[in-house]
């Protein structure tokens, strides 16, 4: 079995098709795993239903599997705030959980090792084979050459869809959301910042809990830009922020950290061309800066704050779409709908207030949404499903890519033991397989 990119959800796939005694081959292209989940994301939303914006409404914990598992193993490590609530806009998610990015790598790498998958890093995927309507194998390029991984089955999980491309899949590139690189800013007075933004009512996201070894700490703080602190900050910053695209909300598991500043750009077109890509790269890097020169002008506690982490590339939200036996709508999500084939359940919502699934309630993921149309061995999972907008801002969020990323990995080694097609799989086995690894789901 071969999972292509081992990001959010395809490290979690790699992981669990070894689990089920597959030998299982994952490819990416830079030199660990953890994709956007260690670049782009400010906390992993969410493992938990939207409770607190539902009076009444029971507490659930609805992704577990690995994707809690690696919570676990980071909380060993000190590389986590865990699940802490949050104190405000619990109408939008209910919990905080932040990583340690470098802790992440390290501790996926590990998982990665000891499920026995075939690790090969720096190595990009460069193409498909085909045979009817099943891909053969996949090409690769790395300093060792280029090579060639034949499998029963495969799993896309390069975001951009690249394997499904060169497989010939149909999709579509909807160009609809801005790219990113996200820094890390170091040497920062997070209860100075914190005093700040209160004395001026510029406070919206507020979260406590684990940092630097030490409980009810702040680990998420912040406002969305031009939002809340227009006209409670200074201009100048404000007017900054915006124009540069950058983002105030933040979390930590350390102190003296911000971890995740945000800085958005819009392409002219999909992040897929290369040489707007290159543009973009140099644009963002230079916001980073000038973001980093308001941050130490107008912000107390930030006066001696520098760039302590940026992503390698810059971070996509949206690469190529690609076409799947069923695109999850936003009607399925917000009614809290569930299928026969359910292969997790998601409570989380980022336009939340706006969007909320029903009642605080879950919906399900079916099986049918990360088969890849047309081709007969071909499994997809995170940001690279579902079409519509708004139903995408739900199912693109890290913890449903890796709630994606076992079902597919799980499925793909299922395929591959008995020799069946992605639809042959019957679903009872996948259903038995999921929950017996602790997998939630309902109905
Ligand atoms: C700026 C930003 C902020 C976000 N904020 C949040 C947030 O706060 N909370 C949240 O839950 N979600 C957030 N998200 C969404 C979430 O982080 C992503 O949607 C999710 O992590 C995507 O996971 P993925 O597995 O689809 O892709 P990725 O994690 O990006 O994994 C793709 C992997 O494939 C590899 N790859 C790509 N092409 C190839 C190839 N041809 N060959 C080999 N390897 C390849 C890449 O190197 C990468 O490791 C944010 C996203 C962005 C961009």
Redesign the pocket.
């Known amino acids: 079995m071969v999972v ?7 490290a979690v796939a790699a992981i669990a098709s070894a689990r089920q005694g597959a030998k299982t081959a994952l ?4 030199g660990y ?5 260690v ?8 493992y938990f239903n939207l409770w607190r914006a539902f009076p009444g409404v029971e507490k659930r914990q609805v992704v577990k599997g690995i994707a809690q598992e690696i919570i676990d193993r980071l909380m060993l490590v000190g590389g986590t705030t865990g699940h802490g609530e949050m104190a405000t806009r619990y109408d939008y998610d209910s919990v905080c959980t932040a990583i340690d990015t470098e802790l992440y790598k390290l501790v996926v790498f590990e998982m990665l090792a000891e499920a026995g998958v075939h690790i090969f890093t720096n ?4 193409g498909a084979v085909k045979k009817g309507k099943s891909i053969e194998g996949v090409i ?1 390029q790395s300093r060792s050459g280029r090579e060639y991984f034949r499998a029963r089955c495969f799993v896309d ?4 869809g ?2 499904s491309a060169y497989a010939g899949a149909e999709f579509v590139e909807l160009n609809d959301h801005p ?2 690189n ?1 820094m890390g800013i170091g040497n920062v007075n997070i209860e100075k910042l914190f005093a700040y933004l209160t004395r001026r009512n510029a406070v919206g996201d507020l979260a406590y809990g684990l940092r630097s070894g030490k409980e009810d700490q702040i680990i998420r703080i912040g406002s969305e830009s031009g939002y809340i602190i227009r006209n409670k900050l200074p201009d100048e910053f404000v007017e900054g922020i915006v124009s540069l695209g950058s983002g105030l909300i933040t979390t930590t598991v350390h102190d003296n950290y911000l971890m ?1 500043i ?1 800085v ?1 750009y819009r392409m002219p077109v999909s992040p897929t061309n290369r040489d707007e890509a290159a543009k973009a790269e140099l644009i963002i890097r230079r916001n980073q800066f000038k973001t980093l020169e308001l941050f130490r002008k107008h912000l107390p506690g930030c006066e001696n704050a520098f760039i302590a982490r940026t992503s390698p590339t810059l ?3 949206r690469g190529r779409t690609i076409t799947c036996d069923y695109d999850i709508a936003l009607a399925d999500v917000i009614e809290a709908r569930h299928f026969d084939d359910d292969i997790m359940v998601y409570g989380f919502h ?1 336009s939340a207030p706006r969007y909320q699934i029903k009642n605080g309630g879950t919906y399900g993921v079916p099986y049918k949404a990360l088969r890849v149309k047309g081709i007969d061995n071909l499994l997809a ?4 499903i579902t079409s519509d907008f708004q139903a995408h801002m739900s199912t ?4 449903c ?1 890796m709630g994606q ?1 076992e079902a597919a990995g799980t499925a793909a080694a299922l395929c591959s033991a008995k020799k069946f097609s992605t639809r042959d799989l019957p679903y009872q086995a996948l259903r038995d397989a999921l929950i017996r690894n602790n997998v939630y789901l309902e109905a």
Do not use: Q, W
Not at 381 to 384: T, V
């Open positions: 292509a990119g081992g990001g959010t959800a395809g490819i990416e292209a830079k795993p953890g994709g956007t989940v670049e782009g994301g400010t906390a992993l939303h969410s190595t990009l995927v460069a690769t999980c390069t975001a951009y690249d394997l790219v990113c996200s995740f945000k958005n971070n996509i939200r980022d999972a995170g940001m690279l693109r969020n890290t913890v890519c990323g």
